[in-house]
């Protein structure tokens, strides 16, 4: 076909371009509402948040690559295309592999660092630490050989160019992925049932990680049309693989923003962020923080769990009074305030009190500004 010739038209083609512009929508609204949110609720973001925009900033690139794609005869057969056209087909196949892994791996780290900033304990956050760097480490692996997939100088022409095994490498690809969203799911699952919480709970946290098996779908899905790379008719049998790619990291970057109410994880009763406090007063002894002193406490059965809160000693003058250079002296008891969850499902607030206060306004204080705090 003479050069300058208009691309032959695909519908395939053209409707995998209009469908990768709105995965990309789709994918950017999903980020800027988890964002808006957390940033209306704790006017802070995480470094989860910042993994995230990286991996949309990736999607954006895969974007711009199909839609190149589509531009120089995707969904077309090969022999139809003219050679200016085959040249950009394969630049933007190729740009579309280097841009398509650091998407996933994106994503991913992002859940992760989210799991990480939930959990204080170190056992918790040493497992999500090794994922992640598995995580990483296979990807920058997979990157470089995606980069040198044929041999260079041009590495993005494979016809007529000698190039590995590059269905077996896409489908190593998938097979990792596949494996490592198992694994984001069952961190959760490793770090949520051990804990005191209701079921209720326990099933809305861990469903917020659970829709990570539609990315699974997604990439077993992609992983039947790998064949398209061993065709020699490589611009009419990729287009398949190509939408779902973009299907894919979609479905990575919405399910990456699902459980981003952090506000949500850190009041939950007895939850994620009251794991280690848990642990601490299982030992049912505390520490003033005022005085330095030990002292033991008594907290109320419950088969539920219970949050107890110190109060501080409180100040109380002496006999000199106000305006007479009266000493301040420190009153000794210390008051505790449980709040449970009873059989019915409720939560009950009781207090409890090691020694009587001398000082009966200023523990009535203490109560009211108690109350408004919780």
């Given at each position: 076909m003479a050069s300058g010739q208009s691309t032959p038209t695909s519908g395939r083609g053209s409707g995998v371009g209009i469908a990768a512009w709105f995965l990309l929508v789709v994918s950017t609204v999903a980020l800027i509402t988890r964002l808006a949110t957390k940033w209306a609720i704790g006017r802070v973001l995480h470094s989860d948040d910042l993994l995230a925009v990286i991996a949309l900033t990736f999607s954006i690139g895969t974007t711009v690559a199909v839609h190149f794609l589509a531009q120089n005869g995707l969904g077309t057969t090969m022999a139809t295309l003219d050679s200016d056209h085959v040249s950009g087909f394969m630049k933007s196949l190729y740009a579309l592999s280097l841009l398509y892994i650091?998407?996933?791996?994106?994503?991913?780290?992002?859940?992760?660092?989210?799991?990480?900033?939930?959990?204080?304990?170190?056992?918790?956050?040493?497992?999500?630490?090794?994922?992640?760097?598995?995580?990483?480490?296979?990807?920058?692996?997979?990157?470089?050989?995606?980069?040198?997939?044929?041999?260079?100088?041009?590495?993005?022409?494979?016809?007529?160019?000698?190039?590995?095994?590059?269905?077996?490498?896409?489908?190593?690809?998938?097979?990792?992925?596949?494996?490592?969203?198992?694994?984001?799911?069952?961190?959760?699952?490793?770090?949520?049932?051990?804990?005191?919480?209701?079921?209720k709970w326990k099933v809305l946290v861990l469903s917020s990680f659970g829709v990570r098996f539609l990315d699974i779908g997604a990439t077993?899905?992609?992983?039947?049309?790998?064949?398209?790379?061993?065709?020699?008719?490589?611009?009419?049998?990729?287009?398949?693989?190509?939408?779902?790619?973009q299907i894919a990291q979609c479905v990575s970057i919405v399910?990456?923003?699902?459980?981003?109410?952090?506000?949500?994880?850190?009041?939950?009763?007895?939850?994620?962020?009251?794991?280690?406090?848990?642990?601490?007063?299982?030992?049912?002894?505390?520490?003033?923080?005022?005085?330095?002193?030990?002292?033991?406490?008594?907290?109320?059965?419950?088969t539920k769990g219970s949050v107890a809160v110190d109060f501080p000693p409180t100040p109380r003058r002496g006999a000199?009074?106000?305006?007479?250079?009266?000493?301040?002296?420190?009153?000794?008891?210390?008051?505790?305030?449980?709040?449970?969850?009873?059989?019915?499902?409720?939560?009950?607030?009781?207090?409890?009190?090691?020694?009587?206060?001398?000082?009966?306004t200023s523990l009535h204080s203490q109560r009211r500004m108690l109350a408004q705090a919780l």
């Amino acid at each position: 076909m003479a050069s300058g010739q208009s691309t032959p038209t695909s519908g395939r083609g053209s409707g995998v371009g209009i469908a990768a512009w709105f995965l990309l929508v789709v994918s950017t609204v999903a980020l800027i509402t988890r964002l808006a949110t957390k940033w209306a609720i704790g006017r802070v973001l995480h470094s989860d948040d910042l993994l995230a925009v990286i991996a949309l900033t990736f999607s954006i690139g895969t974007t711009v690559a199909v839609h190149f794609l589509a531009q120089n005869g995707l969904g077309t057969t090969m022999a139809t295309l003219d050679s200016d056209h085959v040249s950009g087909f394969m630049k933007s196949l190729y740009a579309l592999s280097l841009l398509y892994i650091p998407t996933l791996c994106f994503a991913k780290l992002s859940i992760i660092a989210l799991i990480r900033d939930l959990t204080p304990t170190t056992s918790h956050r040493s497992a999500g630490l090794a994922l992640g760097a598995l995580i990483a480490v296979a990807s920058f692996a997979m990157e470089i050989a995606a980069a040198f997939q044929c041999r260079p100088p041009h590495t993005w022409i494979s016809a007529g160019n000698k190039c590995f095994q590059r269905a077996s490498f896409w489908r190593t690809v998938g097979s990792f992925n596949i494996l490592f969203d198992l694994g984001l799911i069952a961190l959760p699952f490793y770090i949520i049932v051990p804990l005191q919480m209701r079921v209720k709970w326990k099933v809305l946290v861990l469903s917020s990680f659970g829709v990570r098996f539609l990315d699974i779908g997604a990439t077993a899905a992609q992983l039947n049309f790998i064949s398209g790379f061993e065709s020699t008719d490589l611009s009419g049998s990729f287009w398949q693989w190509a939408l779902l790619a973009q299907i894919a990291q979609c479905v990575s970057i919405v399910t990456s923003c699902v459980p981003y109410l952090r506000p949500l994880f850190e009041n939950l009763p007895s939850g994620l962020m009251l794991s280690d406090d848990l642990q601490r007063r299982s030992n049912n002894t505390s520490q003033n923080y005022y005085t330095g002193t030990r002292t033991r406490t008594k907290t109320r059965p419950s088969t539920k769990g219970s949050v107890a809160v110190d109060f501080p000693p409180t100040p109380r003058r002496g006999a000199g009074g106000a305006g007479t250079g009266g000493a301040m002296e420190l009153e000794t008891a210390r008051h505790r305030l449980e709040v449970y969850e009873d059989d019915s499902g409720g939560i009950t607030k009781a207090t409890s009190e090691e020694n009587t206060t001398r000082d009966s306004t200023s523990l009535h204080s203490q109560r009211r500004m108690l109350a408004q705090a919780l």
